[in-house]
């Protein structure tokens, strides 16, 4: 059910949306946006309903969080204890598999976290767009190479608190208009990067993963805040 005043984008900008969420893809080109999205489709799950059997997963698709979460839950071989891996609203699950061509071989079981929605995405999509541009390539190669390094030394993400300056910078721009919290006139993405001290590519995500994740919509020349209370959550 859509809220008054707010409007169900269109499948594909939808999953366009989500896409641009993750900072590997935030500043992709439209040519190459569409070569990636071609054969998507958005999966609605309820709370805790199965996404993916054990073993199901193959990598031959990934998936973009729009809403909701996605908890993968796999046995570590080490000390038999289960080991649950959280995707949140603009998160992906999946790309490395992808990218790699490796079968996963850990079994995980993918489940909803509260009302969810997905796009899945098709690998052979993103190799076709790989192909297609080169600085999609590396930053895709930049992107993995921080993760491999975070979780090398043992640090929070970096994206984490990036994205909790860029929310704490929206909400100094926002204000009430008609009753409606919004940013009347959106800053570019080089200013809003300068506040937050941030790269522009994560302001470029941070304010993708908003729409996708229904906390803000695109109400040109700036933008709505539909849920205040989540940006406030998410800026803290």
Do not use: C
Not at 1 to 24: F, K, N
């Amino acid at each position: 059910m859509t809220a008054l005043g707010e409007v169900d984008l269109p499948p594909d900008a939808e999953i366009a949306d989500g896409v641009r969420s993750i900072e590997a893809f935030s500043s992709i080109p439209e040519a190459t946006l569409e070569t990636l999205i071609s054969a998507a489709v958005i999966h609605e799950y309820a709370d805790g309903e199965t996404i993916s059997a054990h073993g199901q997963f193959d990598g031959a698709e990934f998936f973009i969080v729009i809403a909701g979460g996605i908890n993968a839950a796999r046995v570590d071989g080490d000390s038999g204890s289960m080991i649950v891996e959280r995707s949140r609203a603009g998160d992906q699950y999946g790309l490395a598999i992808a990218i790699s061509g490796m079968n996963p071989a850990d079994g995980a079981v993918l489940t909803a976290d509260g009302e969810t929605k997905i796009a899945a995405l098709e690998t052979s999509a993103l190799k076709g767009a790989i192909n297609q541009d080169a600085e999609l390539a590396r930053e895709l190669l930049v992107y993995f190479a921080r993760k491999a390094a975070e979780r090398h030394i043992g640090l929070i993400a970096p994206e984490a608190s990036a994205r909790q300056r860029i929310h704490a910078a929206l909400l100094d721009w926002a204000e009430v208009h008609k009753g409606q919290w919004r940013i009347a006139k959106m800053p570019k993405h080089r200013e809003l990067a300068e506040r937050a001290r941030v790269d522009e590519s994560q302001t470029a995500a941070a304010i993708a993963a908003l729409i996708a994740s229904g906390v803000a919509r695109r109400d040109y020349p700036g933008l709505a805040i539909t849920d205040i209370d989540e940006l406030r959550r998410l800026a803290s």
